[in-house]
Structure formats: structure tokens, C-alpha cells
């Protein structure tokens, strides 16, 4: 069975910082481009960063902020976010890209201002 795990998330000041991790077991994602994606309360999902082979990209509300990166050896994707903002409070859910059927329960980040 394909999972997507996410982990990392938790509660943060405004200003702050973490690091969310996305480890994928069943199978290798290392030939696939990923993303990660957020979804705040009463909002669709939306795209938040993404990585491929050889670039990265983001979304502009997070752009200078969040970094994307990914270790093929651990079959793992990270999101490194600094200087938090309240309006990133969401549940953050990582997928490949283009999205496919492997959902999670995603982790919890919220942030107080």
C-alpha cells in the first residue's frame, strides 16, 4: 500500500519556524515531481511548493519564506518555513505532482500572531 506521510507541524508564534517532513513508504517517489499543499478552514486546498529533479517553485505568499527540498535516499520531502504568518495556519498536506491518490492525513500548523 502507497502512503504519504506528513509530520512536523504544531503550534508557532508568529515569526517562527518549522519544518515539515513527508516520508513516503510502499513505494520510491524519486521519479516523481512533488508538492506540498496546504488547506486553511473553510478555503480549497492550494498549491504551496513543489520540486522536481532540477528546480523548485512557489507560491507568491510564500515565496522567500518556505523551501522545499527532498533526500531520495530516505524517499522523504521536507518544508522548511521561516518567519511564520498567521494566515499560514493550515493543514499541510504533501502529494505528487501532478496530484494523485495518495491523500494523508496531513499535519497540523498553526500560528499565533
Known amino acids: 500500500q502507497v502512503q504519504l506521510v506528513e509530520s512536523g507541524g504544531g503550534l508557532v508564534q508568529a515569526g517562527g519556524s518549522l519544518r515539515l517532513s513527508c516520508t513516503a513508504s510502499?513505494?520510491?517517489?524519486?521519479?516523481?515531481?512533488m508538492g506540498w499543499f496546504r488547506q486553511a478552514p473553510g478555503k480549497e486546498r492550494e498549491f504551496v511548493a513543489g520540486?522536481?529533479?532540477?528546480?523548485?517553485s512557489y507560491a507568491d505568499s510564500v515565496k522567500g519564506r518556505f523551501t522545499i527540498s527532498r533526500d531520495n535516499a530516505k524517499n522523504t520531502v521536507y518544508l522548511q518555513m521561516n518567519n511564520l504568518k498567521p494566515e499560514d495556519t493550515a493543514v499541510y498536506y504533501c502529494?505528487?505532482?501532478?496530484?494523485?491518490?495518495?491523500w494523508g492525513q496531513g499535519t497540523q500548523v498553526t500560528v499565533s500572531s
Open positions: 510502499g513505494r520510491t517517489f524519486r521519479n516523481y515531481a
Open positions: 502529494n505528487t505532482r501532478p496530484t494523485g491518490d495518495y
Open positions: 520540486i522536481n529533479w532540477s528546480a523548485t
